[in-house]
T-cell receptor, first 112, second 110 residues
Framework: NAGVTQTPKFRVLKTGQSMTLLCAQD?????MYWYRQDPGMGLRLIHY???????AKGEVPDGYNVSRLKKQNFLLGLESAAPSQTSVYFC???????????FGDGTRLSIL | EDQVTQSPEALRLQEGESSSLNCSYT??????LFWYRQDPGKGPEFLFTLYSAGEEKEKERLKATLTKKESFLHITAPKPEDSATYLCAVRLNSGYALNFGKGTSLLVTP
């Protein structure tokens, strides 16, 4: 009963490096989301997708790109990592608007 | 500016000592309010959705209520396994985002 799976779980990058975070869901959900969680702040939405092939900006999209080529996968890319992007990244999904979002267990990313 | 505020930031209870967590919101066009539980090193786990003032939901020792300006998560006779951070989030009329509060960290001691 996997639900939402995030890969990798931990990663350390150097400033300027690039990487892609992968989110996979096995619930056939239409909507998928990327959030970041920082100490002392609530979860903030980076980007989201309302269906395969669609993406949209959230509250804090700068420095990130996303792609939804397959319904079950949502990729978050950092083209040139910066220390301010050190955070815990959570992916979530739901099957339609206003339904509860189901979260993965996060990717802990440190950028030195 | 729309805002979700949770209080208290941290709460320590003895086992069996009931209490309430508060989530107040200053938003226009609320379409839903969500409560989540988050354990250390894990993602948020869904607890309740409330859609309209006066609505109540219950699950084991937890009960969530909603008014026009705030929501309460009541914890009755808590156990140590209820220790976690409880997050409140609101869904507005516009867009698809959930606006999260900063959470209440609950510790229940034996």
């Amino acid at each position: 009963n996997a639900g939402v799976t995030q890969t990798p779980k931990f990663r350390v990058l150097k400033t300027g490096q690039s990487m892609t975070l992968l989110c996979a869901q096995d619930m056939n959900h239409e909507y998928m989301y990327w959030y970041r969680q920082d100490p002392g702040m609530g979860l903030r939405l980076i980007h989201y997708s309302v269906g395969e092939g669609t993406t949209a900006k959230g509250e804090v999209p700068d420095g990130y790109n996303v792609s939804r080529l397959k319904k079950q996968n949502f990729l978050l890319g950092l083209e040139s990592a910066a220390p301010s992007q050190t955070s815990v990244y959570f992916c979530a999904s739901n099957d339609r608007d206003l339904q509860p979002q189901h979260f993965g267990d996060g990717t802990r990313l440190s950028i030195l | 500016e729309d805002q979700v505020t949770q209080s208290p930031e941290a709460l320590r209870l003895q086992e069996g000592e009931s209490s309430s967590l508060n989530c107040s919101y200053t938003v226009s066009g609320l379409r839903g309010l969500f409560w989540y539980r988050q354990d250390p090193g894990k993602g948020p786990e869904f607890l309740f959705t409330l859609y309209s003032a006066g609505e109540e939901k219950e699950k084991e020792r937890l009960k969530a209520t909603l008014t026009k300006k705030e929501s309460f998560l009541h914890i009755t006779a808590p156990k140590p396994e209820d220790s976690a951070t409880y997050l409140c989030a609101v869904r507005l009329n516009s867009g698809y985002a959930l606006n999260f509060g900063k959470g209440t960290s609950l510790l229940v001691t034996p």
